[in-house]
């Protein structure tokens, strides 16, 4: 078992959960159970799914949830491009927040690598 609470990926993750919280109330209302939603639920998934991880009997295991939030980053990461294809982000947002996520992603990638030679 790892601590999750420890680590930086963790972390990070849920700086970026504040983060779209914040940018997405700033989406229009009708996206409000469409396009914010799924955002939300993406973003929410990256530390959830690290912690759930942590928990597992093997790093085999947690190797497998570190794979789970890759794929919601991925769909995370897609949902903003679509936002701003929306016009509901600005360039310079998109831009800072896809540099955060591509972040995540890289730690993520580390640490599953990690778990691969433990």
């Avoid at 993750?13 to 396009?35: A, G, T």
Wanted: net charge neutral; proline share 2%; charged share 30%.
């Amino acid at each position: 078992m790892h601590n999750f609470k420890e680590l930086k990926v963790w972390q990070r993750s849920r700086e970026l959960v504040k983060k779209i919280y914040d940018i997405s109330s700033k989406f229009p209302d009708h996206e409000k159970f469409v396009l914010v939603s799924q955002i939300r639920r993406a973003v929410i998934s990256l530390p959830s799914n690290i912690a759930e991880g942590c928990g597992s009997n093997s790093d085999k295991e947690f190797n497998r949830y570190l794979g789970i939030a890759m794929s919601s980053s991925y769909e995370l990461e897609t949902q903003l491009y679509l936002a701003f294809d929306l016009q509901y982000l600005f360039k310079n947002e998109l831009d800072s927040t896809i540099e955060e996520l591509n972040e995540i992603q890289r730690m993520l990638v580390g640490l599953k690598k990690k778990l691969d030679f433990v």
